[in-house]
Protein backbone atom coordinates (compact mmCIF):
# COMPACT_ATOMS: atom_id res chain seq x y z
CA UNK A 1 0.00 0.00 0.00
CA UNK A 2 1.02 3.43 -1.09
CA UNK A 3 1.26 5.65 1.61
CA UNK A 4 3.23 9.24 2.84
CA UNK A 5 5.11 7.45 4.78
CA UNK A 6 6.23 4.52 2.64
CA UNK A 7 7.34 6.96 -0.04
CA UNK A 8 8.71 9.07 2.32
CA UNK A 9 10.96 6.44 3.51
CA UNK A 10 11.55 5.12 0.41
CA UNK A 11 12.71 8.35 -0.96
CA UNK A 12 14.98 9.52 1.67
CA UNK A 13 16.66 6.17 2.06
CA UNK A 14 17.33 6.85 -1.55
CA UNK A 15 18.56 10.01 -1.33
CA UNK A 16 20.51 9.37 1.40
CA UNK A 17 22.68 6.81 -0.53
CA UNK A 18 22.84 9.80 -3.68
CA UNK A 19 23.87 12.28 -0.22
CA UNK A 20 26.91 9.65 0.89
CA UNK A 21 28.05 8.92 -2.43
CA UNK A 22 28.90 12.38 -3.53
CA UNK A 23 30.28 12.65 0.09
CA UNK A 24 34.15 13.43 -1.82
CA UNK A 25 32.60 14.64 -5.02
CA UNK A 26 31.76 18.19 -3.98
CA UNK A 27 32.31 20.90 -6.18
CA UNK A 28 30.81 24.47 -4.87
CA UNK A 29 30.05 26.02 -1.41
CA UNK A 30 28.52 29.01 -1.74
CA UNK A 31 27.50 30.85 1.58
CA UNK A 32 24.17 32.08 2.07
CA UNK A 33 23.01 34.50 4.73
CA UNK A 34 26.62 34.41 6.73
CA UNK A 35 29.59 32.64 6.72
CA UNK A 36 28.68 29.88 8.59
CA UNK A 37 25.60 28.88 6.57
CA UNK A 38 26.24 27.10 3.12
CA UNK A 39 25.47 24.73 0.85
CA UNK A 40 26.33 22.72 -1.66
CA UNK A 41 24.94 21.56 -5.21
CA UNK A 42 24.33 17.91 -3.37
CA UNK A 43 21.99 20.29 -1.44
CA UNK A 44 20.28 21.60 -4.43
CA UNK A 45 20.15 18.56 -6.63
CA UNK A 46 18.91 16.34 -3.07
CA UNK A 47 16.34 18.70 -2.93
CA UNK A 48 14.91 18.62 -6.48
CA UNK A 49 15.21 14.58 -5.92
CA UNK A 50 12.95 14.37 -2.87
CA UNK A 51 10.38 16.65 -4.19
CA UNK A 52 10.68 14.84 -7.96
CA UNK A 53 10.10 11.61 -5.47
CA UNK A 54 7.55 12.39 -3.40
CA UNK A 55 5.22 14.86 -6.18
CA UNK A 56 5.19 11.95 -8.54
CA UNK A 57 2.69 10.31 -5.61
CA UNK A 58 1.10 13.43 -4.41
CA UNK A 59 1.01 15.78 -6.75
CA UNK A 60 -2.06 17.78 -4.82
CA UNK A 61 0.60 18.58 -1.77
CA UNK A 62 2.68 21.31 -1.49
CA UNK A 63 6.57 20.89 -1.18
CA UNK A 64 9.04 23.60 -0.10
CA UNK A 65 12.68 22.85 1.02
CA UNK A 66 15.64 24.74 2.84
CA UNK A 67 16.79 25.73 -0.41
CA UNK A 68 13.60 26.86 -2.02
CA UNK A 69 13.97 30.52 -2.76
CA UNK A 70 10.97 31.87 -1.36
CA UNK A 71 8.58 31.90 2.18
CA UNK A 72 6.67 29.05 3.09
CA UNK A 73 3.24 30.71 4.01
CA UNK A 74 0.72 27.66 3.68
CA UNK A 75 1.09 24.97 5.78
CA UNK A 76 -2.15 23.19 5.67
CA UNK A 77 -0.90 19.45 3.54
CA UNK A 78 2.87 20.68 2.75
CA UNK A 79 5.99 18.49 3.02
CA UNK A 80 9.13 20.35 4.52
CA UNK A 81 12.36 19.47 3.78
CA UNK A 82 15.63 19.95 4.78
CA UNK A 83 17.74 18.15 2.13
CA UNK A 84 21.48 17.90 4.47
CA UNK A 85 20.85 18.50 7.84
CA UNK A 86 24.19 19.43 9.27
CA UNK A 87 25.74 20.46 5.73
CA UNK A 88 28.85 22.21 7.46
CA UNK A 89 29.53 18.21 8.68
CA UNK A 90 29.14 16.84 5.66
CA UNK A 91 31.43 19.11 3.41
CA UNK A 92 34.27 18.28 6.94
CA UNK A 93 33.04 14.49 6.24
CA UNK A 94 31.97 14.39 9.20
CA UNK A 95 29.15 11.21 9.42
CA UNK A 96 26.80 13.68 11.65
CA UNK A 97 24.08 14.58 8.87
CA UNK A 98 20.89 13.37 7.59
CA UNK A 99 18.22 14.14 5.03
CA UNK A 100 14.87 15.52 6.96
CA UNK A 101 11.30 15.23 5.27
CA UNK A 102 8.16 16.00 7.10
CA UNK A 103 5.20 16.19 6.25
CA UNK A 104 2.71 18.66 7.94
CA UNK A 105 -1.00 19.17 8.16
CA UNK A 106 -2.31 22.63 9.60
CA UNK A 107 1.26 23.33 10.65
CA UNK A 108 1.16 20.03 12.42
CA UNK A 109 4.27 17.78 11.76
CA UNK A 110 2.17 14.64 11.24
CA UNK A 111 4.94 12.44 9.30
CA UNK A 112 8.75 12.65 10.05
CA UNK A 113 11.63 10.78 8.54
CA UNK A 114 15.31 11.29 9.11
CA UNK A 115 17.84 9.05 6.90
CA UNK A 116 21.40 9.52 8.53
CA UNK A 117 23.33 7.25 5.74
CA UNK A 118 26.56 7.64 7.28
CA UNK A 119 25.67 5.93 10.81
CA UNK A 120 23.25 3.58 8.77
CA UNK A 121 20.21 4.86 10.98
CA UNK A 122 16.87 5.94 9.77
CA UNK A 123 14.24 7.23 11.98
CA UNK A 124 10.34 7.56 11.42
CA UNK A 125 7.08 8.54 12.96
CA UNK A 126 3.41 9.10 11.94
CA UNK A 127 0.88 10.87 14.77
CA UNK A 128 -0.97 8.39 16.97
CA UNK A 129 1.49 5.74 15.19
CA UNK A 130 4.64 5.59 17.69
CA UNK A 131 8.43 6.40 16.09
CA UNK A 132 11.04 3.91 14.89
CA UNK A 133 14.42 3.20 14.63
CA UNK A 134 15.53 0.71 11.83
CA UNK A 135 11.98 -0.79 12.18
CA UNK A 136 12.22 -0.92 16.07
CA UNK A 137 10.00 0.71 18.45
CA UNK A 138 11.82 3.55 20.24
CA UNK A 139 10.55 5.52 23.86
CA UNK A 140 12.64 8.59 25.28
CA UNK A 141 14.62 7.48 28.48
CA UNK A 142 13.24 6.84 31.86
CA UNK A 143 15.95 8.87 33.08
CA UNK A 144 15.02 11.89 36.42
CA UNK A 145 17.87 13.36 37.78
CA UNK A 146 20.03 15.98 36.10
CA UNK A 147 23.40 14.17 37.30
CA UNK A 148 22.37 11.15 34.98
CA UNK A 149 21.47 13.15 31.83
CA UNK A 150 23.48 13.86 28.70
CA UNK A 151 21.76 16.96 27.00
CA UNK A 152 22.34 18.33 23.44
CA UNK A 153 22.72 21.62 22.01
CA UNK A 154 23.62 24.15 19.16
CA UNK A 155 25.93 26.88 19.98
CA UNK A 156 24.89 30.05 18.69
CA UNK A 157 27.39 31.97 16.12
CA UNK A 158 26.03 35.35 16.91
CA UNK A 159 27.84 37.12 20.01
CA UNK A 160 24.21 38.09 21.06
CA UNK A 161 22.55 35.12 20.76
CA UNK A 162 25.72 33.68 23.00
CA UNK A 163 25.24 36.29 26.02
CA UNK A 164 21.67 34.80 25.97
CA UNK A 165 22.75 31.33 26.26
CA UNK A 166 25.76 31.35 28.11
CA UNK A 167 24.66 31.23 31.79
CA UNK A 168 21.80 28.47 30.71
CA UNK A 169 24.65 26.38 29.58
CA UNK A 170 26.85 27.14 32.60
CA UNK A 171 23.70 26.10 34.86
CA UNK A 172 23.15 22.95 32.78
CA UNK A 173 26.88 21.71 32.36
CA UNK A 174 27.13 22.10 36.44
CA UNK A 175 24.32 19.52 36.90
CA UNK A 176 24.14 17.36 33.89
CA UNK A 177 26.48 14.46 33.22
CA UNK A 178 27.30 15.92 29.69
CA UNK A 179 26.29 18.83 27.58
CA UNK A 180 26.63 17.52 23.66
CA UNK A 181 26.87 19.35 20.03
CA UNK A 182 26.58 17.18 17.15
CA UNK A 183 26.40 20.12 14.54
CA UNK A 184 22.74 18.50 13.40
CA UNK A 185 19.73 19.63 15.15
CA UNK A 186 17.67 17.23 13.45
CA UNK A 187 20.12 14.37 14.73
CA UNK A 188 20.24 15.72 18.41
CA UNK A 189 16.42 16.06 18.39
CA UNK A 190 15.81 12.22 17.33
CA UNK A 191 18.54 10.86 19.92
CA UNK A 192 16.04 12.31 22.29
CA UNK A 193 12.99 10.55 20.72
CA UNK A 194 15.46 7.23 20.87
CA UNK A 195 16.89 8.08 24.44
CA UNK A 196 20.45 8.84 23.93
CA UNK A 197 19.87 12.15 25.23
CA UNK A 198 17.82 13.46 27.97
CA UNK A 199 16.78 17.21 26.35
CA UNK A 200 17.95 19.15 23.57
CA UNK A 201 17.92 22.96 23.46
CA UNK A 202 18.81 25.06 21.02
CA UNK A 203 18.30 29.72 19.95
CA UNK A 204 18.24 30.50 16.50
CA UNK A 205 16.91 28.09 14.04
CA UNK A 206 13.94 27.47 11.89
CA UNK A 207 10.91 25.24 11.39
CA UNK A 208 12.80 22.81 8.61
CA UNK A 209 15.54 21.67 10.91
CA UNK A 210 13.54 20.39 13.42
CA UNK A 211 9.87 19.41 12.07
CA UNK A 212 10.15 15.60 11.35
CA UNK A 213 12.41 15.43 14.58
CA UNK A 214 9.71 16.79 16.74
CA UNK A 215 7.36 14.66 15.24
CA UNK A 216 9.46 11.60 16.43
CA UNK A 217 9.87 13.05 19.80
CA UNK A 218 6.52 13.36 20.53
CA UNK A 219 5.53 9.74 19.21
CA UNK A 220 8.31 8.61 21.13
CA UNK A 221 6.57 10.29 24.27
CA UNK A 222 8.47 13.72 24.71
CA UNK A 223 7.76 16.73 25.19
CA UNK A 224 9.01 19.78 22.80
CA UNK A 225 8.64 23.19 23.72
CA UNK A 226 10.36 26.68 22.58
CA UNK A 227 12.85 27.95 25.26
CA UNK A 228 10.40 30.58 26.77
CA UNK A 229 8.44 27.64 27.53
CA UNK A 230 5.66 28.11 24.49
CA UNK A 231 4.22 25.49 22.47
CA UNK A 232 6.58 25.18 19.39
CA UNK A 233 4.82 25.56 16.19
CA UNK A 234 6.24 26.35 12.78
CA UNK A 235 7.14 30.40 13.82
CA UNK A 236 8.95 29.03 16.83
CA UNK A 237 12.81 30.43 16.27
CA UNK A 238 14.14 28.06 19.32
CA UNK A 239 13.10 24.20 20.90
CA UNK A 240 13.70 22.65 24.08
CA UNK A 241 12.79 18.91 23.70
CA UNK A 242 13.21 16.70 26.78
CA UNK A 243 11.64 13.47 27.54
CA UNK A 244 9.23 15.40 30.00
CA UNK A 245 10.78 13.55 33.17
CA UNK A 246 13.75 16.12 33.32
CA UNK A 247 13.19 19.34 35.20
CA UNK A 248 14.47 22.08 32.62
CA UNK A 249 12.51 24.90 33.09
CA UNK A 250 14.51 25.86 36.30
CA UNK A 251 17.67 26.37 33.81
CA UNK A 252 15.09 28.57 31.52
CA UNK A 253 13.02 30.51 34.20
CA UNK A 254 14.79 34.13 33.28
CA UNK A 255 15.17 33.38 29.82
CA UNK A 256 14.37 36.38 27.30
CA UNK A 257 15.05 37.41 24.14
CA UNK A 258 14.71 41.06 25.13
Same mark, same amino acid.
Request: hydrophobic share 40%; aromatic share 10%.
Given at each position: ?6 ? /????? =?? +? ?18 ? *???? +? $? ?17 ? @? ?12 ? !????? #? ?37 ? *???? !? #??? /?????? /? ?11 ? =? !???? #???? $? ?13 ? +?? /???? @?? %? ?7 ? @? &??? +????? %? ?17 ? &?? %? ?13 ? =? ?17 ? !???? =? ?5
Amino acid at each position: MITRLSV /ALDVA =KE +VGKFVMDHENHIQEIKEKNS *PFDV +V $TEVDKEAQEMIIEGLSSHF @AQDLFWGEESNYPL !EDFSS #TWVIDPIDGTSNYIHNLPLYGISIAYLREGEPIIGVLDF *PRLG !E #TFW /AEKGKG /AFLNGERIRVSDI =K !EMHR #TIVG $TGFPHQSAKWQIMEP +VY /AQIA @AE %CQALRSFGS @A &ALG +VAYVA %CGRLEGYLQLGLSFYDVAA &AV %CLVREAGGEVRELGN =KEWNVRSRSILATNSKIGM !EKFL =KDFSLS
